[in-house]
């Protein structure tokens, strides 16, 4: 079974910059595993890493059994996760690739169901040079969908029913949610309207709970999968959260929302994404006051995280860490 290494845990907890020391250590690339990080333009609000689109250079390994067959294939495969860019076009930092960053333009839905399609075929091409897949990032159904092969539901968009719950308030459709879901109920984001009614339309569509995964289902994984966890003490992370909110807003984070609106995302469509561009919007819509958006999004960070933690602490596959430094020797004897 191929095998890839997973780096988890709670937003502003430094798994960039650690998938980024550990690629350049065992000859990895990066797939990036963060529901609004694959959108372009969405850079300051979702901590993007500070890379750009450059070529890098391929090297085919190992060698295909019918010559040029498999790096023709691999070839459309990268071309069509980019759409359109050329396949040796990467998103580059720290000279190290990162895969599914920056590609959605975010007036696009995407999915948990797309993620999932385009990691294994990431996962694939990474394969196919002869490099270790490190898949990283904060949305954690997303990456239990691939490395556990998560049977997501292919509910197509119902126009008319999300017309009707987007008119209930984001407290009307958890409450809704919550009765008829628990499970999922528990790990959503209960202010996040995209969320809530995609959960919603797939309970209503199927009469059946949003599929999750039970403990068995950890047993069962689709590669040979080293996880990693950084959990560092809530009072040093709520810590980092604030230092790095400050830090977003004096970059031009509330500019970079402005930039969106004006490029043609709604409002509606930018409170949707949450967090920073949900009370952002909502500042700029005058309804909050700055001071009431920095205390309400630090507050909604902070229970972020927290929720982050409970999904994860159901695997007991994660090997958590308090420092990056613990867990190189772990991935050394993985490899």
Excluded at 37 to 49: A, E, F, P, R, S
Excluded at 180 to 187: F, M, Q, T
Excluded at 207 to 213: A, D, S
Excluded at 229 to 235: A, L, R, T, V, Y
Aim: with cysteine; proline share 5%.
């Amino acid at each position: 079974m191929n095998k890839i290494f997973v780096i988890v845990g709670p937003t502003s907890s430094g798994k960039s910059e650690l998938a980024v020391k550990f690629a350049k250590r065992f000859n990895g690339e990066i797939i990036s595993c963060d529901s609004r990080q694959i959108y372009k333009g969405m850079d300051l609000g979702t901590g993007k890493v500070m890379g750009n689109w450059q070529p890098f250079p391929i090297v085919r390994h190992p060698e295909p059994t019918a010559p040029g067959d498999e790096f023709i294939k691999l070839s459309k495969v990268y071309t069509s996760l980019n759409h359109g860019s050329d396949f040796n076009k990467y998103f580059i930092y720290k000279n190290i690739p990162h895969h599914l960053i920056d590609v959605i333009n975010p007036k696009r839905r995407y999915s948990a169901a797309l993620f999932q399609r385009d990691a294994k075929k990431a996962i694939k091409d990474i394969f196919a040079r002869g490099k270790l897949p490190i898949l990283c990032g904060g949305t954690a159904h997303w990456i239990d969908a691939v490395v556990y092969n998560q049977m997501i539901p292919d509910v197509k968009p119902n126009l008319k029913l999300r017309m009707k719950l987007e008119k209930k308030s984001a407290d009307n459709l958890y409450r809704r949610l919550k009765k008829l879901d628990p499970v999922r109920a528990k790990n959503i984001d209960k202010s996040n309207k995209r969320r809530l009614i995609r959960a919603l339309e797939i309970v209503i569509t199927t009469g059946k709970p949003v599929p999750t995964l039970s403990t068995d289902h950890y047993s069962l994984p689709t590669y040979n999968a080293l996880w990693l966890g950084i959990n560092p003490p809530q009072k040093e992370l709520f810590a980092k959260i604030k230092k790095r909110l400050k830090q977003r807003l004096s970059l031009g984070v509330v500019k970079e929302v402005l930039k969106l609106h004006r490029q043609g995302l709604s409002w509606k469509k930018l409170e949707s994404f949450g967090l920073e561009y949900k009370f952002i919007a909502l500042y700029l819509q005058k309804k909050i006051t700055y001071d009431e958006m920095f205390e309400q999004l630090l507050l909604a960070i902070q229970h972020y995280s927290k929720r982050q933690m409970t999904w994860w602490k159901g695997n007991k596959n994660i090997k958590w860490i308090i420092k990056p430094a613990d867990g190189q020797k772990l991935v050394k004897n993985f490899i």
